[in-house]
């Protein structure tokens, strides 16, 4: 396949898999509604947030969207969009690296970009999500107004959309729900207890078979054919069925050509998303700044460009279910975190300096408030919820590969269970030595005076007294901790790998 080439690539390709996991501290006094809430606004680079989220949402994540820089060269008083190409490449490979890791295995990301990067964008995301996961690139009408002072207007930008598993994703994916104009275009002019229709097949085509030339007797006793040179649009098989199923429309006096009906109650309840996105449906930047977040903080600066709250509805509506987690590592105002809260669905939002303070902080409060704006009246939000606000702490390892004084046992455990599995561990899993089992094998880990004992011969080494303690798992094992008695005899005949910390785990 076609790889993209720029400066420092190969450097770039590691970049991920070199970023050190870091901690992620809770600020209580910055979060806010109810204390245990799962969202998560966390501050600070997204890159070390990302790796540091890996180990407890690896594959656990339904949409991702994300709404980087486009490198317009223009600047912005909230960021900088002037980044030299290689520079944007480089930027976005790895975090996209880490993206995907966290998708679940039916979910999608969808990016919003425009002509700048786009073509560029498409090669990578090809690369790191494969070609065969590519689902459409959606063109949203992002302004519906006309700049005279350029040499063409641009009034759209791109959303590229990719599954994780394509297959998978598309038998999970959601419908948009019709609307009632288009509930209108079925109608019951005969008063079929069936309920509301449409013409499927009608009346004569232009081109087509001599097979599809034949007579028709109408209930009025007419017999018509298709005029020279034209042909019935179904087949006589076709036709006889939908007639002796009483699904065949002849006009109120019965003598007019035979239209094939097609109930409302019939078909899929939802419609298929199109790829052009208009502003009259899922609002426009403008609408969004001058309409939505300047009456929801008139003190504070809007961002130039931010995304409106319907277009985030449609995305997500497609994309997940009520409780699925659907994570923004480029939050910017916080569209992504506030639309996923009136839709009930767990969010992470990652917004990197005072931006998660000054914008995205004060915006999710009144929406836990319950604030009116954007889709609210929509979906019926009348607040409630809360999120822990985060910043990144210290990495869990040091530059010598020793584990950090301040890592507790859940951390540690988190990140245990990742390596060994590549599967997220929640943050609120119990605190027991026996981390699970998975593929067959229990994990285990002694650290941090887990059993209650520090001494030397203690909690954290692995003795047969220790072994016995252990809750028991019926099969294979690993087994965690600073050193072990056991002699490896011993282990081999017990089905136990022994790993060593800090040293066996992988950072």
Known sequence: MPQLSWYKREEDLTRAALTPYRLLQPVSSL?????????????????????????????????????????TRNAFEHYDDNIEHSQWLSMIYPRLDLLRELLSKDGSIWITIDDNESHYLKVICDEIFGRANFVNSVVWEKDAGRKNDTDISSSHDYVLIYARDRKIWKKKRNLLDRTEEQKKRYKNPDKDPKGPWRQGADGTAKSGSESLRYEITLPSGRVVTP??????????????KARLEDRVYFGRKGDSLPVIKKYLSDIQEGIVP?????????????????????????????????????????????????????????????????????????????EMGKHARSHCLPRLKKVIDGEQGGISEAVGWVGGGGFRFFKLGPPVFDENGCIHKDISFEHLAAHVWFSETGTGRSTLAARDTFLGSHDGIGYYLLYNGILGDDSKVGGNVLTRRILRSLPKFDGPKVIYGEASSMTQEQLDELEIIFKQTPYDIKA
């Open 274 to 350: 199109k790829t052009w996105w208009p502003s009259s449906e899922v609002g426009s930047n403008q609408g969004a700044r001058r309409d939505h977040l300047r009456k929801l903080l008139p003190d504070i600066e809007p961002f130039a460009t931010p995304k409106p709250e319907q277009l985030l509805q449609r995305i997500i509506q497609i994309a997940t279910n009520p409780g699925d987690i659907v994570l923004d590592s480029f939050l910017g105002s916080g569209t992504t975190a506030a639309v996923a809260q009136k839709m009930g669905r767990p969010w992470i939002g990652i």
């Open 227 to 240: 005029p020279s040179g034209n042909f019935w649009r179904f087949s006589r098989e076709t036709f006889e």
């Open 31 to 71: 979060s806010y509604g109810e204390p245990y809430s799962p969202n998560m606004l966390i501050e600070g680079n997204n890159l070390d947030a990302l790796k540091a989220l890996l180990p407890y949402y690896a594959g656990q994540v339904r949409c991702i969207f994300i709404d980087p820089p486009y490198n």
